[in-house]
């Protein structure tokens, strides 16, 4: 029987494959370090949690809840852009709470796409960014992800040679995979030109809190006239380490608000109002929290790409995100990421993410994820050393499987 339309669209998570070795090796007995999945590891601040627990014992928080989110949540989100941002929105029109970002994404992409609508899309990217789209009848057109001069002549070359022009566009700084951050002078750029193109915006900033050096990163916002086009996409499972929760935001404008509020109030109720509640707390909280989780992220970024030199294997020290986006080592550069990131789980117990897995240009990469302590960092280091140490051996072996093949 025929795969059905929509599944056919969606190949199988390349991650899987590196997941089910993984799944084998530790099966075997192995201590796989686990530096694939964005997973962040760290618990949920206590007092989100005691707010939580607070709120969930009053019975008329267990009935359906609002799916645009309850009225003080979308406030604290619109208080969170005045400060942080310097940006007004109104709660009323300008902010709806999604069930984490990568819902309201696919969902925004399900309200405004028409089957054949062209949208412009970074490669390699966090795989929602295409994928949504795909889902929801559209057609990706791949762009570069350096937020500099580089990226408008490919920008300029899509937008005059597809047809029909395309709809929208979707950036992504602090960018997952690569780590690159924008400025408010690109963003300028980017909305002066959708602007003149009437494109829409969609931004994802998922990683607004996760820096490191210098000046935290600006939102496409903070852009006059910005709201004329752009819409944002905030997430709360790497700000506070509450990644099981599902709790995101979209921002921006009205009409697109309202069209990904619409889907949304025919496919689901809300967040459970005790999550909203305590999203809330933690939004109107003093930044504390914020400072921890980006301190633990920073201090193992600095482990990891010293252990990791050591070891032999130079790694960009990533700005921003909880990962860094690391060039496959020059003797294994010919196997490609998904071969290599398999020889790493099999041959130093180390796991990290293919960079095919986010486009055909992630091929010469894999994605390091700080997702687990600065000792296991330092482990994961030890191992890629001994495994670089018998390196000829090891290639070895994956050609010549390669070539049985
Ligand atoms: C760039 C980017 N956007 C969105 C998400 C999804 O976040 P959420 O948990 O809010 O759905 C992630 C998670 O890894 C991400 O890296």
């Known amino acids: 029987m025929e795969e059905f339309h929509k599944v056919r669209r969606l190949p199988p998570y390349v991650f ?17 370090i686990d530096l694939g999945m964005g997973n962040p590891d760290l618990p949920t601040p206590q007092s989100i949690v005691d707010k939580l627990c607070e709120v969930v014992r009053d019975p008329r928080t267990h009935r359906y809840s609002s799916s645009k989110g309850i009225p003080g949540l979308r406030r604290a989100q619109a208080g969170y852009y005045a400060r942080r941002f310097g940006v007004k929105l109104n709660p009323e029109t300008e902010v709806v709470a999604t069930l984490g970002s990568k819902e309201g994404f696919a969902n925004m992409a399900q309200a405004i796409t028409a089957p054949g609508d062209v949208i412009l899309c970074p490669n ?7 994928f949504g789209f795909l889902m929801a009848g559209g057609v990706i057109r791949s762009l570069s992800v350096e937020p500099d001069d580089s990226f408008f002549p490919p920008l300029e070359r899509a ?3 597809s047809i029909p022009k395309p709809l929208a566009l979707v950036i992504n700084y602090p960018s997952n995979p690569t780590a690159h951050v924008a400025t408010l002078d690109f963003y300028k750029e980017v909305i002066a030109f959708a602007r003149k193109h009437e494109i829409i915006v969609l931004s994802d900033l998922a990683y607004s809190e996760i820096y490191f050096d210098g000046a935290p990163p600006p939102s496409v916002l903070q852009v006059p006239g910005a709201k004329d086009v752009a819409v944002e996409f905030t997430s709360m499972s790497k700000t506070f380490s509450m990644p099981g929760w599902r709790m995101g935001f979209a921002v921006g404008n009205e009409r697109l608000i309202s069209a990904l509020a619409r889907v949304k109030s025919y496919l689901d109720y809300g967040a459970f109002t005790p999550i909203q509640v305590a999203a809330t707390h933690a939004l109107n909280g003093d930044g504390k929290d914020i400072e921890e989780v980006r301190s633990i992220y920073h201090k193992r970024r600095d482990v990891m790409v010293e252990s990791f030199g050591k070891a032999g294997w130079d790694v960009t020290p990533p700005a921003a995100t909880m990962f860094a986006w690391a060039k496959i080592p020059e003797p294994f550069q010919a196997l490609g990421s998904l071969e290599f990131s398999k020889l790493l789980v099999e041959k ?21 994820a700080l997702v687990e302590n600065e000792h296991r ?3 994961a280091a030890r191992n890629l050393k001994r495994f670089f140490a018998s390196a000829d051996v090891a290639t070895d072996n994956i050609v010549a499987l390669n070539a049985h093949r």
Not at 16 to 32: H, T
Not at 354 to 361: A, N, T
């Open 16 to 32: 899987e494959q590196v997941n089910r070795l993984k799944a084998s090796a530790r099966a075997a007995g192995a201590d796989i």
């Open 124 to 130: 390699p990217t966090y795989p929602i960014h295409a």
């Open 159 to 161: 937008v005059k040679h």
């Open 348 to 368: 130093a117990d180390v796991a990290v993410a293919p960079g095919i897995g986010f486009g055909e240009h992630g091929d010469q990469h894999v994605r390091i």
């Open 377 to 379: 960092i330092r482990q």
